[in-house]
C-alpha cells in the first residue's frame, strides 16, 4: 500500500483538530508544532480540506480553522481524497492496465485492486470521531484475534 505524506498529513491535522474540545477554531501553527509539521504545507492541504467541505476557516486574531461538520459526519477516506491522495496498491492506476506489465494486466493485478477497493471501504467506514474516540482499538483486537487463528491454523 502506499499513501502519500499528503494523505497521512491531512488525516493528523483533521484528527488534531477533532481532539480539541474548546470549540475555537484552531491555528495552523499550533496544529504545526504538535505534528511536527512544516505550517506552508499545512497551509496547502488546508486550502484543498476547505475545498472539499471538511473544515471552515476564521480570520483575524484567534482565527484558524474548524470541523465544517461534526467529526462523526467526516470519514478517513473523505480526508484522503481531499488531500488529492489515492491509496496505491498496484503499479498501475487502480483497476487500469496502464503500467503494470507490458500495458498488460500482471498476474496479481486483480488481488492487488481488490485490496485497494477494501481499504477504501474501510476508510470510509471509519469516521474522525472513531478515531478521536480511540473505537478503532477494538477493531485491532479484532484484527490480531483473525490473524492469530491464522498462524495456529497454518503452524
Known sequence: MKMSTKGRYAVMAMIDIAQDTSGSPV?????AE???????YLEQLFAKLRRAGLVESARGPGGGYRLARTADLISMAEIIIAADEPLRVTRCGG???????????????DLWSSLG?????FLSSVTLDDVVSKRNLALAASIKQTKDRYIRKTA
Open 34 to 40: 504538535r505534528q511536527d509539521i512544516s505550517q506552508e
Open 95 to 109: 483497476d487500469a492496465v496502464d503500467g503494470c506489465v507490458r500495458g498488460e494486466r500482471c498476474c496479481a493485478h
Open 117 to 121: 477497493r477494501q481499504m477504501m471501504y
Open 27 to 31: 491555528s495552523l501553527a499550533a496544529i
